[in-house]
């Protein structure tokens, strides 16, 4: 049972435009969101992460939103850049002590943005 | 940022063979190591996490015993896959955490099985 889901695998957009990234999880457990950025071949880039307490954190082009009722959260790059081009993960941790440290990881939005 | 590296960055072995993969946490010491496993347009599967001077704990489905783990200090740990098969062949990426808020991924190493 996947417990993070990206339900898209592919998102192609223009640049300059925004990119959403979505990704939903069905473990109440979870309080903790990652995403990360991969590279083939290489191990993934920690972008921006948020807390269960709040439903939305910003840095620079990156944003994320967390819809805690929903179990859903989201990823906006704006505006985006070629560079940007890259497999985004969705990943979520939960507050189960020993456990509390392992990440969850969607299957991946490959994003690609045309210049 | 924190910076975790993998040794080697890919590894071409025969079938039968035990390959070791190293990963270390060059500027902080981990609390935790994870080693993870992905294959092809696939997502990063959770093989085991490791705390210094503990055993490591495997997720369900990863044979202890094929996939040594042993994390010698806070800034290395090991992954040897023992008796290596070309099933094997992967992509293993290992990461590092000191705390919740984040996990440091390693580079990766690619594993080939022939």
């Known amino acids: 049972d996947q417990q993070v889901k990206q339900n898209s695998p592919s998102l192609s957009v223009q640049e300059g435009r925004i990119s959403i990234l979505n990704c939903d999880y069905t473990n109440s457990m979870f309080d903790y969101f990652l995403w990360y950025k991969k590279y083939p071949a290489e191990g993934p880039t920690f972008l921006i992460s948020i807390s269960s307490i709040k439903d939305k954190n910003e840095d620079g082009r990156f944003t994320v939103f967390l819809n805690k009722s929903a179990k859903h959260l989201s990823l906006h790059i704006v505006p985006s850049q070629p560079g940007d081009s890259a497999v985004y993960f969705c990943a979520a941790s939960g507050s189960s002590g020993a456990g509390s440290y392992q990440l969850t990881f969607g299957k991946g939005t490959k994003l690609s943005v045309i210049p | 940022g924190a910076v975790v590296s993998q040794h080697p960055s890919w590894v071409i072995c025969k079938s039968g063979t035990s390959v070791k993969i190293e990963c270390r946490s060059l500027?902080?010491?981990?609390?935790?190591m994870f080693w993870y496993r992905q294959f092809p347009k696939q997502s990063l599967m959770l093989m085991a996490t490791?705390?210094?001077?503990?055993?490591?704990?495997?997720e369900q489905g990863v044979e202890k015993d094929k996939f040594l783990i042993n994390h010698a200090s806070l800034t290395l740990s090991t992954l040897t896959v023992t008796s290596a098969h070309p099933e094997d062949s992967s992509f293993y990426i290992c990461?590092?955490?000191?705390?919740?808020?984040?996990?440091?991924f390693g580079p990766g190493t690619r594993l080939l099985v022939l």
């Open positions: 990461s590092a955490s000191r705390d919740r808020e984040t996990q440091y």
């Open positions: 500027d902080f010491q981990a609390t935790t």
């Open positions: 490791s705390n210094e001077g503990s055993k490591a704990t495997y």
